[in-house]
């Protein structure tokens, strides 16, 4: 589904839904990079979010942009290598303003498990459901 990611590259910022005790939470995130289905993001180890995915590590997101709507859902995955990590610092400009070192921060991958995408603006409007392999 190559329009989804294509859209994902041009708007960055997402939704992104956590679960605490049953209930979701709901916080602006951006992609800090997209390799083949897998989304990488980063967050500070003592913020609310870091914690919850620890605890459980299902998350949604939904990027939207006048009538497109892309929804991906999966698990966050604490498994991100040196090399990345530093490559996601120092490619996004607002991480060093925020962050003296790029071991300030704690790196993770989404690899996506399913991915929704709409078109409103076709009529009918486009609807597209795409279920991926766990790897």
Same mark, same amino acid.
């Given at each position: ?26 916080? /602006? =995130?951006? @992609? ?7 989304? !990488?993001? %980063? ?6 979010? #870091? ?25 966050? /995955? =604490?498994? @991100? ?7 996601? !610092?120092? %490619? ?6 925020? #962050? ?36």
């Amino acid at each position: 589904m190559e329009k989804a990611f294509e859209f994902l590259k041009a708007n960055k910022a997402v939704a992104f839904a956590t679960v605490e005790g049953g209930k979701p939470k709901i916080r /602006v =995130f951006e @992609v800090m990079k997209q390799h083949g289905n897998t989304l !990488y993001f %980063t967050t500070a180890p003592g913020k609310e979010v #870091y914690r919850q995915l620890q605890e459980s590590p299902n998350v949604e997101i939904l990027a939207m942009k006048e009538n497109i709507f892309v929804r991906i859902a999966g698990q966050a /995955v =604490f498994d @991100v290598d040196d090399k990345t990590a530093r490559e996601i !610092y120092a %490619t996004n400009p607002v991480l060093p303003r925020l #962050y003296k070192a790029y071991t300030d921060l704690v790196y993770f991958r989404l690899p996506i498990a399913t991915l929704d995408y709409y078109d409103l603006t076709p009529d009918p409007p486009l609807q597209e459901h795409r279920d991926y392999e766990q790897k």
